[in-house]
């Protein structure tokens, strides 16, 4: 403190002195301060400075409390979310592997030939297991309603496509007949992929989705195809 600042502090405490002397309050803190009841004084002036160093104390543990069960909230919340968000993901992975599937099949129908016709016993259970795999997810309740919709609409298209592949004998029209089918599949797939994924890169969850192998991601379709 400099000098000058101390001058204008005495001088404060001093003309605070004189001005209570009239007061008589001089004597009554010296008897508290040096009389009999000296001892009284102390301890009640310990007494409250116990008291409230025990609130301090105690508003300090139950912030410190409050702090600890926010962030034990929030860990909690973050894993339940990181939990959500990969069965959600698992979900969209049906999806995207039934949607695959049903391109190789017509990829496959491309090729095929009189010689070598389609393989019908193959190709069912490739649309089988995908079938499989969406039901699995779209029975599952879930708060991603949009996901289960198109999981059902996903699904209706399976049975058309299994009784295309029943009616194909090699030929011209049997041929035509299931690659519309097919077509009509991807269409509604992609369209509902979309939806749900816009303008993202699939990353599957699903270890045997190997990003590579995947066709690339479905464009062209923004609206759900029921």
């Known amino acids: 403190m400099r000098w000058g600042t101390s001058v204008i502090v005495v001088g404060c405490l001093l ?31 310990g007494s409250i400075g116990a008291i409230l160093a025990a609130w301090f104390l105690g508003q300090r543990q139950a912030a410190h409390e409050r702090r600890l069960e926010s962030e034990r909230r929030q860990v909690e919340a973050e894993r339940e979310q990181k939990r959500v968000d990969t069965f959600n993901r698992r979900g969209l992975d049906a999806m995207m592997f039934a949607y695959d599937v049903v391109n190789n099949v017509g990829r496959d129908l491309k090729r095929a030939t009189a010689e ?33 919709l198109s999981l059902y609409a996903a699904r209706r298209h399976i049975p058309p496509i299994v009784a295309a592949l029943d009616a194909y004998r090699g030929d011209a029209e049997t041929s035509g007949s299931l690659m519309a089918v097919l077509k009509a599949a991807v269409r509604a797939m992609r369209s509902n992929i979309n939806y749900l994924e816009p303008d993202k890169d699939y990353v599957p969850v699903h270890g045997g989705l190997i990003p590579k192998y995947l066709p690339p991601w479905p464009t062209g379709d923004d609206k759900p195809i029921a």
């Not at 209570?20 to 301890?43: R, Y």
């Open 15 to 45: 003309f605070v002195g004189v001005i209570l002397i009239p007061t008589g309050v001089w004597p009554v803190v010296w008897s508290m301060t040096f009389g009999d009841k000296a001892a009284d004084w102390v301890q009640a002036v």
């Open 116 to 148: 070598r016709p389609l393989d019908v016993v193959q190709m069912r259970r490739w649309i089988a297991n995908a079938d499989d795999q969406m039901a699995f997810h779209a029975d599952r309740p879930r708060d991603w309603s949009d996901l289960t």
